[in-house]
DNA sequence: CGCGTTTACGTCGTTCGTAACGATA
DNA sequence: TATCGTTACGAACGACGTAAACGCG
């Protein structure tokens, strides 16, 4: 038993038992995969993968066992490289960050200036990507962290650092009937136009539909997007009320668009940046994570990290709290 | 960085830097670990030991910290390894048990009989120690099990599984004054006459100390051994009362021994299974645990050793409840 | 001078890539 | 016929052990 067959073997696996494939993931070829992979079941004595013909078909219960472990083994490897890296204090690197829309393009720009500042010979690669890939591609161990939103509790399996609380906000244009409503806009007011809001609204247990739910209503939506500009643009176009999160709102977008603050309504959210348990980051991801959220002290981070002795967060604060607020009836 | 680097790093921790002791305990030779050692180093670009000359002083920071994480890399190594086997179904392997004597002596032999008929082909080892030893055992990866008693709960950082409870007796030869006290004798008695117990009583905190400073006394320990054969001897050659584990009793002993039941005085005693976590054990190391305790049902077994759903496990018998009392004054 | 580490060197095994082959849909 | 996995083979690398040299107590 080697790492690299090992490493060979998770790799099958994520690559869904496509050894081509694989190989090209770890730069390697797809007779060394198979060769590998023959002699870590020769030496185990059992299958890791069922066979019809000559190409793999399913998983093997053992199979499953065994690249439960090697996930733990490969996890704990990259973090004795990492460790090493962070001790020679290495500023060079890659952090790979899956995110959505709205955090990438509304919330990390200035705390990735600040990364690149301190760490100019860092390569960041921004993943946008749903809430499900994104946890898809953190468990496949494509990215560093993940940072994404929600109102409940965050996805469990991983630790998951709250960086900040935030509410939503509804969008229309100025010449929209609801703008004579005044300040205090109502859920069934609401449910009387098309909404426009993120995609994450059409999953029946979001807390847009939860809410209308609650009084017996349900929300007409009229196009989602996952990109809060999208969201703008048909808001623009009249297609409807848009439903999206402060961090969105521009400057301009008040000239000609109104704004209003809808706080009782929906449940708060928070965001939280998702990290692997038991993988060990480098020096410069823990920067951006405390300069994201800025909390958390940096010296206290890689214990609040370590899952042996789980640390308690700081309870985040609210974005509003740091950035002012875009509401003007609040 | 290979599987086999690590193994041979933490070899040499484990050798207290002594890499000509490493290499024999992995059946390697001298250079081959130096030269990979250096590789590793190399690799990782930091040391791993701090060097005075050609030898090694210390481990590093670092190192420690890579030590560390290497030994969780070959642990998930060895339990794939084990994992295989189990599926393979295979009933041949090895058992080290490190235990106490008494527990070797008068617990273990029903429970390793029962395992030697299931699986004749497992060669046990049985490796007798104190407490401290036993862990140091245990952490060091030589043995499968720890198993040991005491009164509080069990050493952290391990699985412990609680087997039974089981009280101390007292022993003295059929003329020794205390005799005629009757069946209720006390601490203050007990207090006035030399004692003969296990090594474990010398520690300032083991509870017979604190049971007797409890009432502002000191116990006058005569002798003490890790052997309850050996105190038996030196209670019939009249040293002094003999304290010792319930288990220890033998029929014969009451030929020409006095025993008293002393439960109130002393706190009753727990017998635990120490397993390491992460590391799965073979079928018949399961078969050998629920066989000595039989409150834990086999098939629940594998959950409740698993760390990351901590099944609790059920409250162990009493000793006497199974086996009968030795006591003739309760 | 003994103990322990390093260096040097030759051998052996293993891995890897290229290329050809085979099976399958 | 395109795709994917296996087999075959040769080259290169790396690991390992033996033997000798080096430092240190």
Known sequence: MTLTQLRYLVAIADAGLNITQAAERVFATQPGLSKQLRHL??????????????????????????IERARKIIDEAESIRALAANMRHESTGELRIATTHTQARFVLPPAIAKLKHEFPDVNIHLMPGGDAELLELLHRDEIDMAIMSGTSSPPSGYIAVPVFDWERVIMMPNTHPLTDVGDDITLSQ????????????????????????????????????????????????????????????????????????????????????????????????????SGLAPQIERKKLPRMLNPDEPDQFPAPFHWRDLHGSNCPNS
Chains 1, 2 share one sequence.
Do not use: H
Request: glycine share 4%; with cysteine; proline share 5%.
């Open 190 to 289: 609401l449910a009387d136009y098309p909404l426009v809001s993120y995609e994450s609204a059409t999953s029946p247990d979001s807390s847009l539909r939860k809410a209308f739910a609650a009084i017996e209503l349900a929300p007409r939506i009229a196009c989602t997007a996952r990109d809060a500009d999208l969201i703008k643009t048909y808001v623009r176009a009249g297609l409807g009320v848009g439903i999206l999160a402060e961090m969105a709102i521009l400057p301009e977008d008040r000239a000609d668009l109104e704004l209003r603050c809808i706080d009782n309504l929906l449940p708060t959210c928070t965001t939280w940046i998702l990290v692997r348990q038991d993988r060990l980051l480098r020096e410069y991801a823990l920067a951006f994570i």
């Open 41 to 66: 079941e020769d030496e185990l004595g059992l299958q890791m993968f069922s066979r019809s013909g000559r190409s793999l078909e399913a998983v093997t219960p053992a199979g499953a066992l065994v």
